[in-house]
């Protein structure tokens, strides 16, 4: 076996003892203890997506999947957030919780003026946003900010970014899920990044 040979140390169950073990309900056949992971936020980064009071497994291991897919530097979750290793949550990203930078128990303000004082504008996405995304230039480095769909980004927050953005909506949806709303705005970020670095390579 592959894991054995790499020197992780294998040990056979039968099925009564799998299905105790794992949290599906139709598990893979695969259980897997590691050490949690303990991410720091780059000195330098150039696109980070941050996660506040996002208490949805699902939802915030898709935004760490989709912030790894777009070539986001960290992914930061806020205090009140979901643990990343919540095994729903683990498994919505796919092996991205692997990929890149995630850190925890972040305090909201002084959060913002860190990244704020590592180069990076901090945007904050909104409803009632005072700023269209199509209106954004993006290539510069940034920090994007979500809240929870039941109850969005509170006025303090808000208030401390240097932009509140809306995503503008075409159709006659009232809003969209949080996963693809950051989907949206985070490879808005990596695009414009991507050719502004092009024009001036």
Request: proline letters at 5%; hydrophobic letters at 45%.
């Amino acid at each position: 076996m592959a894991a054995a040979a790499q020197g992780v140390e294998v040990v056979h169950v039968d099925d009564k003892v799998l299905n105790a073990l794992a949290e599906t309900v139709t598990p893979q056949g695969l259980v897997g203890v590691a050490p949690l992971l303990d991410g720091t936020l780059p000195d330098a980064p150039r696109l980070v997506a941050v996660l506040h009071e996002v208490s949805d497994p699902g939802n915030a291991g898709t935004v760490i999947r989709t912030a790894d897919a777009a070539g986001a530097d960290a992914v930061v979750l806020t205090e009140g957030s979901v643990d990343p290793h919540n095994g729903k949550c683990v498994r919505a990203t796919a092996g991205s919780l692997w990929h890149l930078p995630v850190v925890t128990e972040a305090e909201p303000l002084e959060l913002v003026a860190t990244l704020r004082a590592r180069g990076l504008r901090v945007l904050a996405t909104a409803g009632s946003g005072d700023i269209g995304l199509d209106d954004l230039d993006l290539a510069g480095p940034t920090a994007w900010v979500f809240g929870s769909e039941a109850h969005g980004l509170p006025d303090a927050v808000l208030e401390a970014a240097d932009a509140r953005v809306r995503i503008p909506l075409y159709g006659r949806a009232e809003s969209l899920n949080l996963a693809t709303a950051a989907a949206v705005c985070l490879y808005a970020s990596a695009r414009a990044q991507r050719r502004g670095s092009t024009v001036t390579g």
